[in-house]
Structure formats: C-alpha cells, structure tokens
C-alpha cells in the first residue's frame, strides 16, 4: 500500500513565523501536491511537482513556497504566517504518465493553527 | 476551463441506497474518481472508473458514467453509520493534477 506520511497531525504557531510542513511517500511517485482544505472550499491546489527540484503554482500558491530536494519529499513553506492561512493541509502523490491510471494518494492532513 | 460539480449534502436512513452525483466539463477525462473522507482524517481512494467504460461495481458500491452528459454518480447499497463522510469526485486529464469537486457529505440517520 502507498503511504504518505505528514510530519504531524496538529500544529500551532503564531502570527510571522516560518512555517515548515513535512511530507514523505514511500512509493517512487514522481508527483507531489499540497492542498489546503477549508469549510465549504473544498481542495485548492497550493503548489504541485512533477520532479526532483521542480515546482509549479498551483490555484493559491500566494504567501507559499515549496522544496523537493528529494523525489520522496516534498515540504510546504510558510514564509510568514498570517491567520488567514489556518487551515487543514493535505499532501498526496502519484505515478507520473499519460492515459494511466495516476490516483492521487493522500496523508491523514496537518491541521494548522495560526495564532 | 476544467470544473466538477457535486451537491453539498446528502442525508439518507441507514439500510437504504445512496447515491452521489457528480458533473464535469473535460471531454478528455481518462479517469474519474471517487475519495472518501472521514472527519479529521485524509482522502481514501475509494473507487475509479475508466472513461470507456460505463459502469464498475464493487461490493457495495456502483459507480455508474453517463460520457455524453459528463456525469458521474457513486452508489452505495444498504448505506451504514460508517459511510457518513465526505465524498469527492475528481477526475483525471493527461498529466496534470487531478480537479475535484466541492465533496458531498453524506449524513445516515440511525
């Protein structure tokens, strides 16, 4: 079975401070993807990479950064929080390809609080 | 641009059929899928279905793929209190990140 794996369920921070959000797959998927999930919004797409050191924005990348020095990980960054940005955050993967099957596998989400 | 459209809510008795329903737009959608959410938890693939394909049947759930309206729908025989969560439809065009719907919760009344 896939496993993504978010370096923590819960986490509380205050208002300016650099935020790091962890994610590691342990299945070779060469996509990566963070969402941020809010009531009523449902998924927005933050940040996604097809590869070792590539990003792209996603629909809301304002106020975030990304890294992917590895292919098995890939870390959100805020670079000063705001409380506009408490939210629930979900990382997936999947298999790169075209016309395959690519399910976007997910972690079990990091709720954030920004105080 | 791509768009997928569900209802907000669902409630339904427990023992009876639900069914979710979902529309989208890309003509060139290789693959739909449905997740589910639990509260407080992640997205858990629940079933997928390819776009040649009208209608998949797994277990409880049936998903059926309607390719000229651009409609999907997921469901769910003798519905239980362990199915209330968030469904989501999404669904797949070439390499590039999946586009998902709103989710659908579904609430069982014992």
Known sequence: DVKVTQSSRYLVKRTGEKVFLECVQDMDHENMFWYRQDPGLGLRLIYFSYDVKMKEKGDIPEGYSVSREKKERFSLILESASTNQTSMYLCASSLRGMGNNQPQHFGDGTRLSIL | ?110
């Not at chain 2, 693959?31 to 998949?56: C, H, R, V």
């Not at chain 2, 209190?81 to 439809?89: L, N, P, R, V």
Request: aromatic share 10%; with cysteine; glycine share 8%.
């Open chain 2, 1 to 110: 641009g791509e768009d997928v459209e569900q209802s907000l809510f669902l409630s339904v008795r427990e023992g009876d059929s639900s069914v979710i329903n979902c529309t989208y737009t890309d003509s060139s959608s290789t693959y739909l899928y449905w997740y589910k959410q639990e509260p407080g938890a992640g997205l858990q693939l629940l079933t997928y279905i390819f776009s040649n394909m009208d209608m998949k049947q797994d277990q409880r759930l049936t998903v059926l793929l309607n390719k000229k309206d651009k409609h999907l729908s997921l469901r769910i025989a003798d519905t239980q209190t362990g199915d209330s969560a968030i469904y989501f439809c999404a669904e797949l065009s070439g390499n590039t990140p999946l586009v998902f719907g709103k989710g659908t919760r579904l609430s069982v009344i014992a």
